[in-house]
């Protein structure tokens, strides 16, 4: 899962972004409202984390301007707690909204739940086969047994996972496993895949040759 | 509010006792003209019979006076003994006149019938009066000769008096008003009448009177109140939408039809002061609401940074850059905090500045020294125009506003823009000018550049830091020393920042400080 964060406090983005790095995400940062207006429009984000008093461009418009043209979800983040600005923000098109100062675990469960509900998941967990993926504790059982996994191979696993049904394409994968940051070598994924396909069945993840992978047909 | 003590109240009590003397005085006056109106009446009609009676006793001749009976005084029981025997030495200089004519009773009396049967005698005394008059008539001597019916038992002669002419006297006697007069040859005549009829006319008359006051009196009692509470109306709806305001929305104000009068400025008056108000409570939550915002994001950071550095085991660099950041934040939350805490003390202006006698043109010299490597290093220009400008000021608050407007002036400037620092003296006082050909400011911020937490350009604050209380800090300054901060500046066209320090006469502080120096 790859997420954006915009925040102009460059302490406090980094702390964001290295919470969420640990978490599992690819993170991009922006330190200012036009900044992170461009990469949300040019990147397909699994979800935004959006501060609302940003210097050029403030929270409210960045949010504005996107949802005219993208539906990624977006978490407001704010120092104002003013019951106005929460209402303000969600009805420009904000899915969630967090006061600073923010609990990190609670930043990371919102996004999660954020990014669960826009795949149309209820529930934390998600059971493929015999292979069950809990995304809050970052873990999956094959048959009630607990497979170890690194973490690069449980995101791409949460990837195809929360996407079960649909061919999910390398390019695709690329861009939601890796933060602006990486240089991906190519067939980076293609060994993930090889070592997941070890720990959970070669049948688990279904190659379409020349359009991608793809889970839980 | 009691109810005694209220204006209408009071209005109402002043107003009823001035009603109150003023109706009483013109019942009474008008009591009295009643009064002597009537007494004046009856006098008139005494008048005309009295007149009569002499007429017909003229034209009859009264009966013949008795010879003297010198043998004593007549046994004259129909008034006061004093009156008609008064004694002995007890009239000085009144001769005793009727010793000599002393009446004697019985014989004299009966004046001849057909005198006073006379039809005018019976058709003036006619006793189905309802106030039926009366006459006496009483010889020279004393003893009385003739009376109508109806005499009161009590009638007595009245005095004689020294020129016995036909002048008509009147008197009140008891209930009766009487006039006589003493014909020349001495006898007394006499016709009076019951006042009793009058008098009760007059209890009438007062009884309307007093009814007709007592009406007036309430019609006024009501008219006050009415007016008065026309009056206290506004007073009330002022008072009521001023508590309303004070115990609620300070936004709200007081809306009254009355515009011009003094109510409608007291109304004016309350508006302005809860404006004032309000926006003096609007200052505060916005400045308190902003210092907790300012000091918000560090708390964030720390917390943030904390959290995370505890989540798991890390390597020592990594928990070295974890205090380091969260060093930064305790910093910048130092910073702001001792920022608060100068403004604060410059606010409650009880701290006296240590005023000492300063040239501007030093410390502005100075300044621009300090402030060279950081110039040279953004390629920026210093300039210096110093006049000697000497002043009495705190040269710790002067330094600050310098180091500020410098340091904002190298921040704002580009490459290759200059800075220029002027002081002269004008006016007794003192100047220090720091101007820069930098981006200049945009006209919508000038006025609120001095704001605390004002941030002209949102975009910069963060890598330029501070929270938006610099300026804010010289103003309060400046103003601490009695002088001006000014700012003038347009787009592309650079800033320029003005301290003025007044001379520095309104410091007691001055002229010993002066005399420190000079030894």
């Known amino acids: 899962m790859r997420i954006l964060i915009v925040e102009d406090e460059p302490d406090f983005l980094h702390t964001l972004a290295q919470a969420m790095r640990e978490e599992g995400y690819a993170v991009d940062e922006a330190p200012d409202g036009d900044e992170g207006l461009y990469k949300a429009t040019e990147w397909n984000y699994d979800a935004i984390v959006l501060d609302v008093m940003l210097p050029v461009m403030d929270g409210f418009e960045v949010l504005r301007r996107l949802r005219k043209k993208k539906k990624t979800p977006v978490l407001m983040l704010t120092a104002r707690t003013k019951v106005g600005d929460r209402i303000h923000g969600l009805d420009t098109g904000a899915d969630d909204y967090l006061a600073k100062p923010v609990d990190l675990n609670e930043l990371a469960a919102r996004v999660r739940a954020l990014i669960r509900r826009a795949n149309g998941d209820a529930s934390a967990t998600i059971l493929i086969g015999d292979v069950q993926i809990d995304t809050a504790a970052h873990r999956a059982t094959k048959g009630g047994e607990p497979v170890t996994l690194t973490a690069r191979e449980y995101s791409l696993l949460e990837f195809l996972a929360v996407r079960r049904g649909k061919i999910v394409t390398r390019t695709e994968l690329y861009e939601h496993l890796h933060d602006e940051n990486d240089t991906p070598i190519s067939n980076l994924v293609d060994v993930h895949v090889f070592n997941l396909r070890k720990k959970l069945g070669v049948d688990f993840i279904v190659t379409h040759r020349g359009q991608g992978y793809c889970v839980g047909e | 509010m009691k109810f005694r003590q209220s204006i209408r109240w009071r209005i109402q009590v002043w107003h009823g006792a001035l009603l109150l003397v003023v109706i009483a005085g013109f019942c009474a006056t008008t009591y009295r003209l009643q009064e002597s109106n009537a007494l004046r009446h009856s006098d008139v009609a005494l008048d005309v019979r009295l007149s009569t009676l002499t007429g017909l006793l003229g034209h009859h001749g009264l ?152 009406g007036v009196l309430a019609i006024g009692l009501a008219g006050g109140w009415l007016l008065a509470s026309r009056a206290i109306r506004p007073i009330s709806e002022i008072s009521a939408a001023a508590s309303r305001i004070a115990a609620g929305n300070l936004a709200e104000r007081i809306h009254t039809s009355e515009t011009e009068s003094e109510l409608g400025q007291l109304a004016a008056v309350l508006d302005e002061t809860f404006r004032r108000l309000d926006a003096a409570f609007a200052e505060q939550a916005r400045f308190t609401s902003d210092a907790a915002h300012e000091l918000r994001t560090p708390v964030s950071i720390i917390l943030g940074q904390t959290q995370l550095a505890l989540a798991r085991e890390r390597s020592a660099e ?126 919508e911020h000038l006025p609120h550049l001095f704001e605390r937490f004002y941030r002209a350009d949102d975009s910069r604050n963060r890598t330029t830091g501070g929270a938006g209380l610099g300026l804010a800090i010289c103003k309060s300054i400046a103003e601490a020393h009695g002088g001006k901060l000014t700012v003038e500046s347009a787009p592309d066209a650079g800033s320029s920042f003005t301290l003025r320090i007044p001379a520095g006469v309104d410091s007691p502080l001055a002229p010993p400080g002066e005399l420190k120096a000079a030894t």
């Open chain 2, 63 to 214: 009966p013949g006076p008795p010879p003297p009976r010198p043998d004593g005084p007549p046994p004259d029981g129909n008034g006061p003994p004093g009156d008609q025997e008064p004694p002995p030495g007890a009239g000085p200089g009144r001769p005793p006149p009727r010793r000599e004519g002393g009446p004697p009773r019985g014989p004299d009396r009966g004046p001849p019938p057909e005198t006073f049967d006379a039809p005018e005698i019976s058709a003036l005394f006619n006793s189905q009066d309802q106030a039926p008059f009366y006459f006496c008539v009483w010889s020279r001597g004393g003893p009385l000769l003739a009376t109508s019916g109806r005499v009161p038992d009590d009638e007595w002669r009245p005095k004689s008096v020294e020129k016995t002419s036909l002048t008509k006297m009147t008197r009140d006697r008891a209930n009766f008003r009487e006039m006589y007069a003493f014909t020349p040859p001495g006898e007394c005549l006499l016709v009076g009448q019951s006042k009793a009829p009058i008098e009760r006319e007059m209890r009438d008359f007062a009884w309307k009177l007093g009814g007709i006051g007592a």
């Open chain 2, 318 to 443: 990594e928990y070295r850059a974890t205090i380091e950041t969260c060093q930064r934040a305790a910093k910048r939350m130092h910073g702001l905090i001792e920022s608060l805490l100068q403004l604060s003390v410059l606010d409650a202006a009880g701290q006296p500045l240590d005023r000492r006698p300063c040239d501007l043109a030093e410390l502005g010299r100075e300044h621009l020294e300090m402030m060279r490597p950081l110039a040279d290093e953004h390629h920026i220009a210093l300039e210096a125009d110093l006049h000697p400008a000497p002043c009495a000021a705190d040269a710790g608050g002067i330094s600050q506003i310098l180091v500020n407007l410098l340091t904002n002036a190298v921040k704002y400037s580009r490459s290759g823009d200059k800075i220029r620092v002027a002081t002269h003296r004008e006016n007794g006082g003192a100047i220090i000018r720091v101007s820069d050909t930098g981006p200049g400011i945009a006209a």
